[in-house]
């Protein structure tokens, strides 16, 4: 268990929030709000972001890493991947990989994104 | 023990709970393991933060959690007159974990309603242990008390065991694991206030002269 006492003493440039049954954009957004994380350096910063899930997280050790590292990366080295377009790699992800039609992706995985995307 | 070194023994015990009240208060991990100095808290308001509103409520929250279980302990050995006795032996821990586990299962795991029903089942298993107690027809009532309680208790316990059999392994599962636990670690301020006058409650209540 990590507490926020601990999160301080590591007084990290970024936090990436993970929330597996809810929407992890609110939850970022309530750590941002809490009086004490207010203080912390990446708050400040505009550094903290939930991170992406569409029916399952994409920190998850399976397919989905595929988009959750490329996702991980352009957010660390933002001027090394400023041509990604996570979005379009969601879609080539579920086009290529699970021969999905663009109906099922665009129509029931699209409205499921959460996260800090575009 | 005489009147007075009851008093030096009560004030000692009270020092040694203000001094490791103290002590946790002002020590931690932030910003270093180690103490935070008053210069510290001067300088960095995250540090003030932490202290005020992460450490305080904690240690706080855990006197009074504390305080609450060497009172119901107490209570109930004047109260069946037997020394002993604690709610972990007369099927009241035990009758809470059920009460709990049930709640976060089939009543919809609201804290309130977690809360209510393992006071509910707390009292349940402690009215079993006494009616069994005195159906017993062994021992003096302080062997009947206990036997009667570790027959609840186990009763109990393969309640919880079934449920947590039952239960969701990826969201009922761990709450009740963390329930059973129990921690101080996500305690604040609003976590603590409702705690402050049901601990004040069962206090009084429980130091109330009882006359004669």
């Known amino acids: ?118 | 023990m005489t009147l007075r070194s009851h008093r030096t023994g009560f004030l000692l015990l009270l020092l040694a709970l203000l001094a490791t009240a103290a002590l946790s208060v002002f020590f931690g991990r932030y910003p270093r393991l180690g103490w935070l100095s008053p210069g510290n808290l001067r300088a960095d308001p995250l540090a003030a933060q932490l202290l005020w509103n992460l450490r305080l409520p904690r240690v706080t929250a855990a006197v009074l959690v504390g305080a609450a279980l060497s009172a119901s302990g107490l209570t109930l050995q004047m109260l069946f007159r037997n020394p002993l006795v604690e709610p972990g032996f007369l099927g009241v821990s035990q009758g809470a974990a059920f009460g709990a586990a049930f709640a976060i299962l089939y009543l919809g795991r609201s804290p309130l309603t977690v809360q209510a029903s393992a006071a509910v089942f707390a009292l349940l298993g402690l009215w079993l242990t006494y009616f069994l107690a005195g159906h017993l027809r062994y021992g003096g009532w302080i062997l009947r008390m206990v036997l009667a309680g570790i027959a609840v208790s186990a009763l109990f316990s393969a309640g919880v065991g079934m449920l947590k059999y039952l239960a969701d392994p990826l969201t009922q599962l761990p709450e009740i694991t963390f329930w059973l636990l129990g921690g101080l670690w996500s305690t604040r301020w609003p976590t603590f206030l409702p705690i402050l006058p049901l601990t004040v409650l069962g206090l009084g209540c429980s130091s109330w002269p009882a006359g004669g």
């Open chain 1, 1 to 118: 268990m990590v507490t926020l006492e601990q999160i301080a003493a590591w007084a990290p440039d970024q936090v990436y929030v993970i929330d597996y049954f809810g929407d992890p954009t609110q939850a970022a957004e309530k750590l941002r709000a809490d009086p004490v994380a207010r203080n912390l350096r990446a708050v400040q910063t505009g550094q903290v972001f939930g991170f992406p899930k569409d029916t399952y997280s994409w920190d998850q050790p399976d397919s989905r890493w595929i988009l959750g590292l490329q996702w991980l990366a352009s957010h660390i080295h933002p001027d090394r991947f400023a041509d990604l377009d996570i979005l379009q790699e969601f879609t080539t992800f579920y086009r290529t990989l699970y021969r999905l039609d663009d109906g099922a992706i665009e129509g029931q995985l699209r409205p499921m994104l959460r996260g800090s995307l575009p």
